[in-house]
């Protein structure tokens, strides 16, 4: 076949080649199932057109699918940052590294948070909980620990359960707000690692007898059940006999399954260290 040249103002250096593509010719019995794509000189090359065009287009979409794994890694990343619901903000600044730790007690927790970090990062799965008075930094190394896992591939998220369940609340007569059951569920079953704060502040029921409320029991239910095969980290100022008394033994099990407790019992309350008197 004879090379027939291109106009040059639409394609410089390209002119037909006397060969089809054989990757883009297929004849069955005969007939031709895709028309042979004759083959094009392009800059010295013999490439075929359709060739090109694909090799562009399988380009194009890795490019693509590349910049979608990462706005998806950094959004597994973020949802500590954007979607965790905290009560205290100066938690935020919570990391190992500031958490002091003077008296033998805080060293020994300390440690074990460390080791427990350790275990996750190896990959097994367990619950912490974290117990003891108010101020003694339960929630600092509950955050801390989400610092020290969260990731690109390893998805966060730190839930206040008190705000939480007012935010839920709200839904029923706000139906402009977003903090629907739904969206807490859906959201703290999916992610890797969730602490649940201060469970038990939620009923105002401290040093009472008084129970949860079904609402509440719901709701923790529903969480823990989508959670049995992830690590969850929860902090609480109760004694478990209260909590047990408080909740459905089911679910108090639920979230005691396969534990490292970690107590506080002499570590005085960190908010009153500023107060002169
Ligand atoms: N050992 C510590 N080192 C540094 N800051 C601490 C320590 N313990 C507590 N804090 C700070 O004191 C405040 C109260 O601690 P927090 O963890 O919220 O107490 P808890 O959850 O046990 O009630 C937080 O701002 C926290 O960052
Ligand atoms: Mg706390
Ligand atoms: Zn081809």
């Known amino acids: 076949m004879e090379k027939i040249t291109m106009p040059q103002k639409l394609l410089k250096n390209m002119t037909f080649h006397s060969d089809v593509c054989e990757k883009h010719t297929y004849i069955q019995n005969g007939q031709e199932i895709v028309k042979p794509i004759q083959m094009m000189v392009i800059k010295g090359e013999v490439l075929c057109p359709r060739c090109e065009a694909e090799k562009t287009e399988q380009q194009l979409q890795e490019k693509m699918q590349s910049e979608f794994d990462l706005s998806m890694q950094q959004q597994k990343y973020n949802t500590l940052y954007n979607k965790s619901i905290l009560q205290d903000k100066t938690l935020l600044d919570a990391t190992l590294e500031n958490f002091k730790a ?41 955050y801390a620990t ?8 390893t998805s966060c998220l730190f839930v206040n359960v008190e705000s939480m369940l007012r935010l839920i609340k709200d839904t029923f007569s706000n139906k402009q707000s977003k903090y629907t059951e739904n969206y807490f569920v859906e959201l703290m079953s999916e992610v890797d690692y969730l602490v649940l704060d201060d469970i038990g502040a939620e009923t105002g029921a401290i040093g009472t007898d008084k129970t949860a409320t079904d609402f509440v029991q719901r709701v923790l239910y529903a969480i823990t059940t989508t959670r049995q095969d992830k690590s969850t980290i929860i902090t609480t100022n109760l004694s478990s006999e209260t909590l047990f008394k408080m909740y459905d033994k089911k679910l108090v099990s639920r979230m005691f399954r396969n534990p490292k407790f970690i107590v506080f019992k002499e570590t005085k309350d960190k908010r009153m260290n500023n107060i002169p008197f």
């Open 102 to 142: 003077e008296q033998s007690e805080e060293r020994e927790n300390k440690q074990t948070v460390i080791e427990s970090v350790n275990r996750f990062k190896n990959g097994q799965v367990f619950n912490v909980v974290l117990q003891g008075n108010q101020g003694a930094g339960k929630s600092h190394l509950a």
């Open 146 to 153: 989400l610092q020290e896992l969260n990731g690109q591939d």
